[in-house]
């Protein structure tokens, strides 16, 4: 077995680390540019080397704050991309990596940690490495163009500032500006971006045609569905989906337990 050992993120590890998360995500090489440019700012990496190169990596997107109802936030931590070279799996570097990630945000104030499994058996894996239990739901719903409202497209800075303005008086999640930058690019180079239609706030993907809402936030006396209606008609698709909080939903954001109110509001995970 090859001995390896793990350190924190260094710039010099970029061509390698875009060269693995292309093979285990198949993410273009752009999204992949987008993240690298941004993580200094937003997070940070813990990387698994074996004979002088990077084999692992995870990263903690941790420019997050978990805002409560009263306006008070505590600065969280969003675990993201952990990928092992295939060659040097069932070592233990995933649950290592994950955890050694966790511990360089914590250094840095992080007072905890979430994630959102890419599948359902993940959940029970995150749940023994790091102690996070499903604590929100959410559920799809499919939608068709319809009549509305015109769609705006925002910049990363408006769309935080008016998603912030709605949200007054909401537990939720609060990007600082590195990460909505990130998010506003990541959107955007799957063919979507971030929107307001109507009153209402979506960050969107396009894919073959169909709208795919992952956040939508829509006032109070103002339908989702309208608003989901009224975009994919304003961006000239016949039908699309949109998900929102539902405790009877699949499960979607693991964290420790007791953290998270039911009603929070935590929609901009890169899935």
Known sequence: ?????????????????????RQVFGDPEAVVAAFFDALPRMGVGAVAEAEGRPVGAAYVLDALSLVD???????????????????????????????????????RGTEFI???????SLYAWYEEILGLGCALHRKRYAV?????????????????????????????????????????QFYALFGGGLYACGSGLCAVYADNGRVLIRELIAPAGVAAADVAAALCAALGCQEGQYMLPDSEGEPYLSAPPGILPADCVWNLSFD
């Open 69 to 107: 109802a009263q306006g008070q936030g505590r600065r969280c931590g969003y675990l993201y991309a952990v990928a092992v070279d295939p060659e040097h799996r069932h070592q233990g570097l995933g649950a290592a990596l994950s955890q050694q990630a966790a511990a360089l945000s914590q250094a």
């Open 1 to 21: 077995m090859t001995e390896n050992f793990i350190r924190e993120y260094r710039p010099g590890d970029r061509a390698a680390l875009t060269a693995l998360w």
């Open 144 to 184: 068709t163009a319809g009549p509305g409202w015109p769609a705006e497209r925002l910049c990363p800075g408006d769309y935080l500032a008016r998603r912030e303005a709605l949200l007054a008086g909401v537990p939720h999640l609060r990007p600082e500006a590195a990460v909505m930058d990130f998010a506003g």
């Open 114 to 120: 979430c994630t959102l499994p890419a599948e359902p």
